[in-house]
Every structure is written in C-alpha cells, then in structure tokens.
C-alpha cells in the first residue's frame, strides 16, 4: 500500500515531555518514532499538546504547553525529515516532498490558556491551528462528555471562538458534550472537526458521534478523524480492524465518504486494535478499505479528505 497518510491526532509530545524521553528515533515502546512514521508512510502528523492536572505538576498552565512546543522545536524538527507546516501557502509543496514529514500542532483542551485570549494568539504565532476545546471535564470555557451536568459555554469561552474565527483556527468538538456540540454551531459559522471520534450507533460510547452530529459535520463540510481507540470502537477483548470498518460503513452511509479521515491517538491509548498498534501499521487498515470500496476511496480517506480541508481551512500568511 503507497498511499501517503494524514493522521489527525496523536499524543507523541505529551509522551516525550512527560517521560523525558524525546529520541524520536529511537524508543519502541512509543506508538510514533520516526522509523514507524516512514514504514507507515505518514506525509502529515497533526501532534497534540495535552496537558493534565496531576499532583506533580498541579493544574495545567501555560508555561507547560510552551514546553511542549520546546520539546517539538528541538527534539523533532531537528531532524531533517520532519517540517513544521503552518500556512496554505505551504500545504502543496508538502504534499509534493515524499522524502519529508509535515507536522502541525494542535492544542487538545484550553485549560491551560488559563482564560487568557493572549495565550491563544501566542499558541497562533507558534503554529497551532487546531483547538479542542476540553478534554472529557470541564474547564473554564465548556463542559466536556463526562461532565456530569453536561453544560454549553461560559461567556468567556464564546470570546474565546470568536477569536479562533478571526485567526482561523480550527475548532475541534471531539471531547465536547452534545449540548455544546449544537451549541458551538449556532456560535461558529466554520467547518468543524472532530479529530478522533467514531461513530454511536455502532458502539454506544459517550466520546462518539450522534448520526445527528456526523450528519452536522457533513453538512458544514467538515471533517471526522476515525479513531483507533478500541474502547471507543467495540466492546470486546480484542478489537480488530474488521470492527473499526463498521464506524467507517456507517459514516459513509450517511454521506460522509468525503468527510472521514484517519485519527489514531497514537501515544494516548494503552490498548490497541490488533493490527494497528503504531503508526508504521497505516497500511494495514488501507488494505483492508481498498478490497471494500477501491483505491479511489483509499486516496480520499487516507489523506484526500484530509488535505482538501486543510486547503481550504488553514489560515494563508498573505490573510
């Protein structure tokens, strides 16, 4: 399988800050290296900056997300190989170099922004161009899926999409409840993605999508990431490949054959669908898509889709 690939969501930074171990070449315990990247033939890597509560580092801040980016700057883009890809004006030239890697940031929950609409447009001048907006919780701008009173947007987090309109960043409503998914659609007039969730009605789990809200996404034009998270896929010991199919038939029933991606979470799973348990094993869920629905549906999930959004989304330098 030669098709290049667009993952929209991994953890690999969290991995490397956290752990201190930032070798991207090396450490096989980790789902993304840079030999795995090349086996799976990843032309894009969207990477995470999470950053979590814990009793070590006290609430997430700032100064924790800018060294996250540090780890970024000096631990993978200095490899040749990788590239920081920030503007429109960028995305043909990427697609065009098979010898590189593109990468961008995106921020995965706003807490440590501390409600500060600074932190974002700095985060804005350093590359990011995703926002997911929570993770799972609450936190000053929304309620997340397991928030129990399952709440929309504080006054201060509508501010904070208005100014992600204005910069152009994307807004990202995995991890988001229901009722700040239809929320954000009345505040934003964008396309949206959902970078690593999978369909409801094929697993009934609260980080999956309603028919209802894929059939929003789809009519907004954009885009969902199919995960690779075996508990948001099946409830069974070992989940294959077979079953992660079935969130895919079914957002392609809805109309979505345009708008599904790839998601995998890499690095932020312990469990893994036999199969698909790193990044150099893209190609095996390719394989698996090209004997169901043809080659011309393989380019489109594994990086068409994604790449026609980016070039239409990603802010351009000359804007």
Not at 186 to 202: F, M, Q, T, V, Y
Not at 230 to 250: G, N, Q, R, S, W
Request: hydrophobic share 40%; aromatic share 8%.
């Amino acid at each position: 399988m030669s098709q290049r690939v667009i993952d929209f969501h991994c953890d690999v930074l969290y991995k490397m800050l956290y752990t201190g171990e930032v070798d991207l070449a090396q450490h096989e315990s980790r789902d993304i290296t840079l030999p795995k990247l090349i086996e799976g033939n990843v032309g894009l890597q969207v990477l995470a900056l999470f950053v979590e509560p814990s009793l070590v580092t006290g609430p997430p801040r700032f100064s924790q997300l800018v060294r996250m980016i540090d780890v970024y700057h000096e631990h993978m883009l200095n490899h040749p190989e990788i590239r920081a890809l920030k503007w429109r004006e960028e995305l043909a030239d990427a697609v065009n170099q098979q010898d590189r890697i593109n990468t961008i940031l995106s921020l995965e929950g706003v807490d440590a922004l501390e409600g500060d609409l600074v932190y974002l447009r700095t985060l804005f001048h350093l590359g990011v161009r995703f926002i997911g907006l929570t993770w799972n919780h609450s936190n000053w701008a929304v309620d997340g899926t397991l928030e129990p009173r399952q709440a929309g947007f504080t006054e201060t987090g509508k501010q904070l999409i208005k100014e992600c309109e204005r910069l152009g960043m994307t807004l990202d409503v995995s991890h988001l409840n229901e009722a700040a998914f239809w929320e954000l659609l009345e505040l934003s007039d964008r396309p949206l993605i959902a970078s690593h969730s999978n369909a409801k009605a094929i697993f009934d789990h609260p980080r999956n999508l309603s028919d209802e809200q894929i059939k929003a996404i789809i009519a907004r034009d954009g885009r969902i990431g199919i995960t690779y998270v075996p508990y948001f896929v099946a409830d069974k010991e070992e989940v294959t490949i077979d079953d992660l199919v079935k969130h895919i038939d079914h957002i392609v029933n809805l109309g979505g054959n345009k708008h599904v991606m790839l998601g995998s979470d890499f690095d932020g799973i312990d469990k893994k669908i036999q199969g698909l348990e790193h990044a150099g094993q893209h190609p095996a869920l390719l394989e698996v898509l090209e004997k169901r629905y043809g080659q011309a549906f393989v380019q489109d999930i594994a990086h068409g889709n994604a790449y026609r959004f980016l070039s239409q989304n990603l802010p351009s330098r000359a804007e």
